[in-house]
């Protein structure tokens, strides 16, 4: 019986003493590149990928370039529509990476001032304001290029739209103003 009791002592001992180990859910990006960013974030913001930046819009009714021109037939663009939507992507993924290519080596920048361990107050507000500008600039290449294609599309070609990404609810499609069919 003593020994039970020895037994019992020594393992409540042991399990109160016992440290939990948590593993980060960054382990294993300490030897990415640029820490902030994955690869495919990186790739992404170098060839003006869209990685959900236009959200905003495209939840909202107003059709985002690259997704149009994939359902072009479905939509029975006009050859004039796919015209203007192909030089609203061109134009779009050329503006996005002109500001993303500048964020990834900002990115760059503010790991390497970490790693180096010269990071300060001030270069920690300067490196985070020019990253910051050069977000809103690839964001709005992305939603600026939502709110001209509207301007192309039907408002029929918006409701179809959003019906066959998915989202189509029992609410009508918002119209949009400055739309030549829409009366605005």
Do not use: W
């Amino acid at each position: 019986m003593k020994l039970v009791a020895v037994l019992v002592a020594l393992s409540a001992s042991l399990t109160c003493h016992a440290e939990v180990v948590t593993v980060s859910s960054y382990a294993g990006q300490e030897s990415r590149d640029v820490k902030a960013l994955s690869p495919e974030d990186v790739q992404a913001y170098l060839s003006g990928k869209g990685m959900g930046l236009a959200k905003a819009a495209e939840l909202n009714g107003y059709p985002g370039p690259s997704h149009v021109l994939t359902l072009s037939a479905q939509l029975g663009l006009t050859p004039e529509q796919k015209k203007q939507t192909e030089a609203l992507f061109a134009s779009m993924e050329a503006n996005a990476i002109s500001a993303g290519a500048p964020l990834v080596e900002e990115e760059r920048k503010l790991d390497r001032l970490f790693a180096t361990r010269s990071i300060t107050p001030e270069l920690l507000t300067s490196a985070l304001e020019r990253i910051a500008q050069l977000q809103a600039k690839v964001r709005a290449a992305h939603l600026e290029a939502h709110l001209a294609q509207v301007r192309i599309l039907s408002p029929e070609q918006v409701a179809l739209y959003m019906q066959l990404r998915g989202y189509s609810s029992d609410e009508p499609t918002p119209r949009h103003p400055h739309h030549p069919n829409s009366g605005g």
